[in-house]
């Protein structure tokens, strides 16, 4: 990553810890954001330092709130993910 994507990445850290979200998932968020294509499950791991095991989980957990979505290309394993850009549709899932 470059220090831009860096410096995105480390503000939505911040906005994730004001709202009590933990790091890794403010990352994924944060990469998955700024990318204008879906990112392979495999290359967030390689950017954050995560494992794939942690990335899945966390990943499972941000599919249910509605965060990211999961994708397969026919003939691969990879798995792809990418999130809504347009902040407003989020749902809400906190109180």
């Known amino acids: 990553m470059d220090n831009l994507d860096r410096d995105w990445v480390e503000f939505f850290n911040r906005i994730g810890t004001i709202q009590g979200i933990d790091n890794l998932c403010s990352s994924i968020f944060a990469i998955l954001y700024i990318e204008p294509d879906e990112v ?5 791991a390689k950017k954050t330092g995560y494992s794939l095991a942690s990335i899945s989980n966390k990943i499972k957990a941000m599919e249910q709130m509605g965060l990211v ?3 397969c290309h026919p003939g691969t394993r990879k798995i792809y993910l990418t999130v809504e850009k347009d902040l407003t549709k989020f749902k809400k899932t906190y109180s």
């Open 69 to 71: 979505r999961r994708k």
């Open 40 to 44: 392979a499950m495999d290359d967030i």
